[in-house]
């Protein structure tokens, strides 16, 4: 990524002192946006999903050049949610 936020940690996680993470799947754009983020995996199911999308959305990414030109690509990250960081 070549910009990226974290995502909001889930209040009822931090008080509940949960960590876990996150397996996201994405198409990045051409111009290195995310589009269509879906969870393939959570360590802590339902937890951090809806705020690990709401941040992937908000990521960019250095686009995949072929022949000269950026391309469409399926990209996947996983996304640690940890109260140390």
Do not use: N
């Amino acid at each position: 990524p070549t910009g990226r936020g974290p995502p909001t940690y889930p209040l009822a996680a931090r008080a509940s002192r949960t960590e876990g993470t996150v397996l996201v799947e994405f198409t990045v754009l051409p111009d290195g946006s995310v589009s269509d983020p879906r969870v393939v995996q959570a360590s802590a199911p339902g937890v951090f999903d809806r705020s690990v999308l709401r941040a992937i959305v908000q990521w960019r990414f250095a686009p995949r050049v072929e022949d000269g030109q950026a391309v469409t690509r399926r990209a996947r990250q996983t996304v640690r949610c940890s109260l140390s960081s």
